[in-house]
């Protein structure tokens, strides 16, 4: 095909003038016009990679040269950008002014692509193409609605050359931006978001706010963290945990760099204070001494029920209003000011308390036993001076029996009982009749 082209134009050469590359800007006598056709991002008509970044798009002011692209046939294509203009109520102009140095012996396919920027990424909306072909100075018009570019301060603009439209890539590609004249600053700030709980346990917030928009989270003067909205409007937010009672400001600003009213939220506490410090109990006290969080509330419980409370400074003394019994368990919370109750402390009430003397009936010296009473379950043990001379466990009715070896008339026992936790009772004394 390209041979046959190559044939053709030699037909055609002696009645086409031929100028040196980059002549000088000639007076434009023709020009070409077509509507933008939007369709699917053109992925397959790539020669250089395509780049989303607005910041990679050179800005070029009206009447200025673009870039020169480089064809097939070795031949140039200058560009030059001349400007934006008013079209209709509805439409707006782009024009490029085209320049060759033929008229056929070129790749003759001029695409025009246009993009906006979609919160700091560029979107493709559509292109334009032209046939050159016969054509060595050309202004081309590209004609798109006003609205596509509505709150848009630039128009982003990619030009590639082909030889023909169905080609797979181009075979050169330039790309720029330009000033919208029709674009109207926003001014308008996005709503106030809308911001969930938060707790001193979390390390993500979340919300609602203007879809696109970026959030900025604020702790005082400090930033906490920023991130984008979705496009549904919804952000979500990592940022690292927070002391209860911290106040957080979020902010919703736009591309256009407008910042709305904050939001302020409370740090919720959620954190339970420490389990409480208590020292040991007696069954012969009603004091009860411990360490816990300053501020909450210290609350001793036998089972269900509420036996004392107090606000601890930091330690904490409980009078109960009774002694409880050894073996009784006892368990101790702190609750904090909002609520939050720390793991219980369980104690068990200890036995510190000596069985009563115990009683001893009468003993004579063929006795081969010692018999009385004392504390149920007590160890009962009799001595004569230092010696053991016999020993039993009361039963539960208190009552005891022990053997002994018979003893002398007149000489002195001593009997004693000692509780299961080592409590010793005063001793009973028995004379051998």
Not at 248 to 265: E, P, R
Not at 331 to 347: E, F, L, P, Q
Request: glycine share 8%; charged share 15%; proline share 5%.
């Amino acid at each position: 095909m390209k041979r046959l082209r190559v044939v053709l134009c030699l037909l055609f050469l002696i009645g086409i003038p031929i100028s040196t590359h980059a002549a000088e800007l000639i007076p434009v006598q023709k020009s070409l016009s077509s509507n933008i056709i939007s369709k699917s991002l053109p992925g397959t008509v790539v020669r250089k990679s395509l780049s989303v970044n607005p910041g990679d798009y050179p800005l070029k002011a009206s009447n200025t040269y673009v870039d020169s692209l480089f064809d097939s046939w070795r031949t140039y294509h200058d560009l030059y950008f001349k400007s934006v203009i008013n079209y209709s109520a509805t439409a707006i102009n782009v024009q490029m002014l085209y320049q060759c140095d033929y008229y056929l012996f070129k790749d003759p396919y001029i695409s025009i692509e246009f993009y906006k920027n979609n919160a700091g990424t560029l979107q493709y909306t559509g292109e334009t193409n032209f046939n050159t072909s016969g054509y060595r100075n050309v202004t081309l018009n590209s004609y798109t609605n006003k609205s596509t570019f509505q709150g848009q301060p630039f128009i982003y603009i990619r030009i590639g050359v082909s030889e023909y439209p169905t080609d797979f890539y181009y075979k050169d590609v330039t790309q720029f931006k330009a000033v919208n004249p029709f674009y109207t600053p926003d001014k308008t700030p996005p709503a106030k978001p809308t911001v969930n709980t938060v707790d001193d346990n979390d390390t993500i917030i979340t919300g609602r706010a203007e879809a696109n928009s970026y959030i900025l989270v604020k702790n005082g003067s400090a930033t906490v963290g920023t991130t984008k909205v979705s496009p549904a409007g919804v952000f979500s937010m990592s940022m690292p945990k927070q002391r209860a009672g911290t106040k957080l400001t979020v902010y919703a600003k736009d591309a256009a760099g407008n910042q709305s009213i904050g939001t302020t939220i409370t740090v919720i506490d959620r954190t339970p204070p420490g389990k409480p410090g208590v020292s040991s109990i007696g069954d012969n006290q009603t004091i009860i001494n411990g360490t816990a969080e300053s501020g909450s509330r210290v609350e001793i419980r036998e089972g269900t029920s509420v036996i004392g409370q107090i606000t601890s400074t930091g330690s904490f003394t409980i009078k109960l209003t009774a002694l409880k019994k050894a073996g009784t368990v006892l368990t101790v919370y702190a609750i904090d000011k909002v609520g939050n109750r720390s793991a219980g402390n369980a104690v068990t009430v200890m036995d510190v308390t000596a069985p009563a003397t115990p009683i001893v009936n009468k003993v004579t010296s063929t006795s081969t036993s010692i018999t009385g009473k004392a504390e149920a379950g007590t160890g009962v043990y009799i001595f004569y001076g230092f010696t053991l001379v016999g020993q039993a466990t009361s039963n539960s009715a208190g009552y005891y029996s022990a053997a002994i070896p018979a003893q002398k008339r007149g000489i002195k026992l001593e009997v004693l009982a000692i509780d299961k936790d080592g409590n010793q009772s005063s001793s009973a004394w028995a004379t051998v009749y």
